[in-house]
């Protein structure tokens, strides 16, 4: 075993990178780095140098840690080079939105996690994790786990260390952690050279463009975003491209450019079939309602709701729920009403209860529920960040205020309105 480590790994594996391997090992073990270094004989300090690659783990020490706690570990590297390669066509199923190949690559892991942990490809096994686990819902153990996977990037290339900080950054995302998602996505960026998947930039430079979006400049999400459909472009990834399209259409809208949002999210309703994942679809159908209705088309966005009821799912209605606003802005308050309790059976977010209440507070011209409700609105749309209920929460308002002739608070609601389209949200919203 000694005399094959010494003629493969001193040529292929960098000797700093075996402390990277033995502590990946470790913690899979859940041993402590006290017990381990106890077993190997060194100190608590050297070890923990050799794990981040400030010393140099001797070969001897990798042999006795292996003997010791994997004795069928395989010294081959023909499982790293199977690895990397699954991992490649990891990464481009992603970019290429190739979902069932996704799955293949999956299943092909768990069938060979116990192989792939008991040999150098055990590092290649955490990134595949990252990628997996971080799109499902995990528990905390798991979730501690995989947080200690960026601390495995140095041993691989550039866009390999980009692709691990960006599914942590998209876990970050996911659990509300807008501001270390940022930080990891950033990160990820100036990681990559581009020179094994140039495409991915622009996966990250999405992903960054719905996190800055949320509190920072929907004009730099814009910016972002045509960026991304760039260097999808260059590499004629049609799928990303269309899917960049609900981006844009979604930050124009939220800077009041609604025409122009409306002519761009049709551009993916128009290629309902080219998608594998319905989502693209469905999330822009969703989108559409809501821009018609901003944009003051009541009557186009009733019609698009009664053409598109297929699309309907009662458990996640999206923007199916406004039916009874553009009622209410076509003065039918008998079929808006109607309408709300259509929907009383659907699951119902904190903010579409909160604005079905409002809209009730309007029909029957209750000023003090109406500023109750107002100020809870603006309360959920701004802690969930929620800009474009807030956007169409200005324009009942507007329409309220405008028909009692509340000139006063018509100012202040315009003025909201600019401060929304600027990103520069009233700290009154964040009661």
């Given at each position: 075993?000694?005399?094959?480590?010494?003629?493969?790994?001193?040529?292929?594996?960098?000797?700093?990178?075996?402390?990277l391997?033995?502590?990946?090992?470790?913690?899979?073990?859940?041993?402590?780095i006290?017990q381990a270094?106890?077993c190997?004989?060194?100190?608590?300090?050297?070890?923990?140098?050799?794990?981040n690659?400030?010393?140099?783990?001797?070969?001897?020490?990798f042999l006795n840690?292996?003997?010791?706690?994997y004795?069928?570990?395989?010294?081959?590297?023909?499982l790293v080079?199977?690895?990397?390669?699954?991992l490649d066509e990891?990464?481009?199923?992603f970019?290429?939105c190739n979902?069932?190949?996704e799955?293949?690559?999956?299943?092909?892991?768990e069938?060979n996690?116990i192989q792939?942990l008991n040999?150098?490809?055990?590092?290649?096994?955490t990134v595949f994790?990252?990628?997996f686990?971080?799109?499902?819902?995990?528990d905390?153990?798991?979730?501690e786990?995989l947080?200690?996977?960026?601390n495995?990037a140095?041993?691989?290339?550039?866009d390999?260390r980009?692709?691990?900080?960006?599914?942590?950054?998209?876990?970050?995302?996911r659990?509300?952690k807008?501001?270390?998602?940022?930080?990891?996505?950033e990160?990820?960026?100036?990681?990559?050279?581009?020179?094994?998947?140039p495409?991915?930039?622009?996966?990250?430079?999405?992903?960054?463009?719905?996190?800055?979006?949320e509190?920072?400049s929907?004009q730099?999400?814009l910016?972002?975003?045509?960026?991304a459909?760039?260097?999808?472009i260059?590499?004629a990834?049609?799928?990303?491209?269309v899917?960049t399209?609900n981006n844009?259409a979604?930050y124009?809208?939220?800077?009041?450019?609604y025409?122009k949002?409306?002519?761009?999210?049709?551009?993916?309703?128009l290629?309902?079939?080219?998608?594998?994942?319905?989502?693209?679809?469905?999330?822009?159908?969703?989108n559409?309602?809501?821009?018609?209705?901003?944009?003051g088309h009541?009557?186009?966005?009733?019609?698009?709701i009664?053409?598109?009821?297929?699309?309907f799912n009662s458990?996640h209605?999206?923007?199916?729920?406004?039916e009874?606003?553009?009622?209410?802005r076509?003065k039918d308050?008998?079929?808006?009403l109607?309408?709300?309790?259509?929907y009383?059976?659907?699951?119902?977010?904190?903010?579409d209860e909160?604005?079905?209440?409002l809209?009730?507070?309007?029909i029957?011209?209750?000023e003090d529920?109406?500023?109750?409700e107002?100020a809870?609105?603006?309360?959920?749309?701004?802690?969930?960040?929620n800009w474009?209920?807030?956007?169409l929460t200005?324009?009942?308002?507007?329409?309220h205020?405008?028909?009692?002739?509340q000139n006063d608070h018509?100012?202040?609601?315009y003025?909201?309105q600019?401060?929304?389209?600027?990103?520069?949200?009233?700290d009154?919203w964040n009661?």
């Amino acid at each position: 075993m000694s005399k094959m480590f010494k003629n493969k790994i001193n040529i292929e594996i960098e000797p700093k990178k075996l402390g990277l391997i033995e502590k990946r090992l470790r913690l899979s073990s859940n041993l402590t780095i006290e017990q381990a270094a106890m077993c190997l004989n060194i100190s608590k300090g050297s070890l923990s140098e050799m794990e981040n690659g400030k010393r140099r783990m001797k070969e001897d020490v990798f042999l006795n840690f292996t003997k010791r706690f994997y004795p069928q570990f395989n010294f081959d590297l023909e499982l790293v080079e199977t690895a990397s390669n699954k991992l490649d066509e990891l990464a481009l199923s992603f970019i290429y939105c190739n979902f069932s190949q996704e799955n293949e690559i999956e299943k092909w892991v768990e069938d060979n996690r116990i192989q792939l942990l008991n040999s150098f490809a055990c590092l290649y096994l955490t990134v595949f994790e990252t990628y997996f686990y971080y799109r499902k819902s995990i528990d905390k153990e798991e979730e501690e786990q995989l947080n200690d996977s960026k601390n495995f990037a140095s041993y691989f290339s550039p866009d390999v260390r980009a692709f691990l900080l960006f599914n942590k950054g998209y876990m970050d995302r996911r659990q509300g952690k807008n501001n270390q998602a940022v930080e990891l996505f950033e990160r990820a960026l100036r990681e990559m050279d581009g020179k094994k998947w140039p495409q991915l930039e622009g996966v990250i430079k999405q992903n960054l463009a719905c996190a800055v979006s949320e509190y920072v400049s929907f004009q730099q999400s814009l910016d972002l975003v045509n960026q991304a459909q760039n260097c999808f472009i260059h590499d004629a990834n049609y799928l990303r491209i269309v899917s960049t399209y609900n981006n844009k259409a979604v930050y124009l809208c939220l800077m009041g450019q609604y025409e122009k949002a409306i002519s761009i999210v049709d551009k993916v309703i128009l290629h309902k079939n080219t998608f594998q994942d319905h989502g693209f679809y469905s999330l822009a159908v969703s989108n559409k309602i809501m821009m018609e209705m901003l944009a003051g088309h009541f009557d186009r966005a009733l019609q698009f709701i009664h053409d598109h009821k297929s699309e309907f799912n009662s458990r996640h209605p999206g923007n199916f729920i406004l039916e009874p606003y553009s009622l209410l802005r076509l003065k039918d308050y008998k079929g808006c009403l109607k309408s709300i309790k259509s929907y009383k059976d659907c699951t119902l977010s904190e903010d579409d209860e909160a604005f079905y209440i409002l809209i009730k507070a309007v029909i029957r011209n209750r000023e003090d529920r109406i500023e109750k409700e107002k100020a809870k609105m603006f309360s959920i749309c701004y802690r969930t960040a929620n800009w474009a209920m807030a956007l169409l929460t200005l324009h009942l308002l507007i329409y309220h205020y405008k028909e009692t002739k509340q000139n006063d608070h018509l100012v202040e609601i315009y003025e909201q309105q600019t401060m929304l389209y600027n990103h520069q949200m009233p700290d009154a919203w964040n009661v």
